[in-house]
């Protein structure tokens, strides 16, 4: 899943997925889309959000994501103090983000998850 309100980097980060072999859900480029996405019976195995979107911050949209133990990381232009405690442990990376790197950080996730045992 990619929230993404910016046309170029969205296309971006969706056609560097596609060519890593990830199926892409989105991008959305609204919060509210977002959300209704993740009350679908299709979920996305992972996410990246950029945190305003369209003006709207994309907290509740990695709420539910982490609501529902889905791996996900921040891609913005903002700073860490911008991001809420509770989500203080996300990756956060600086756009323009490379694509490769936010692939390998969900990746890591995943692999993390494994281990624990999560589901």
């Known amino acids: ?3 993404e309100d910016e046309y170029l980097i969205a296309l ?3 056609m560097a997925m596609i ?3 990830a199926s ?5 480029s609204q919060v509210d ?3 209704t996405a993740l009350k679908g019976a299709t979920l996305p195995d992972a996410a990246i959000l950029d945190i305003n979107v369209r003006g709207r911050q994309v907290f509740p949209v990695a ?3 982490q609501e529902r133990q889905i791996p ?3 891609a913005t232009g903002y700073d860490d103090w911008t991001i809420p405690a509770h989500l203080s442990h996300v990756q956060r990376f600086e756009k323009p983000a490379d694509p490769a790197g936010l692939a390998r950080a969900l990746a890591g996730q995943f692999a993390q998850r494994d281990k624990s045992g999560a589901a």
């Open 72 to 74: 996900f990381v921040f």
């Open 19 to 21: 060519d890593l072999g």
């Open 12 to 14: 971006n980060i969706e």
């Open 63 to 65: 709420d539910r994501l």
């Open 33 to 35: 889309d977002a959300l």
């Open 24 to 28: 892409v859900i989105g991008p959305f």
């Open 1 to 3: 899943m990619i929230v």
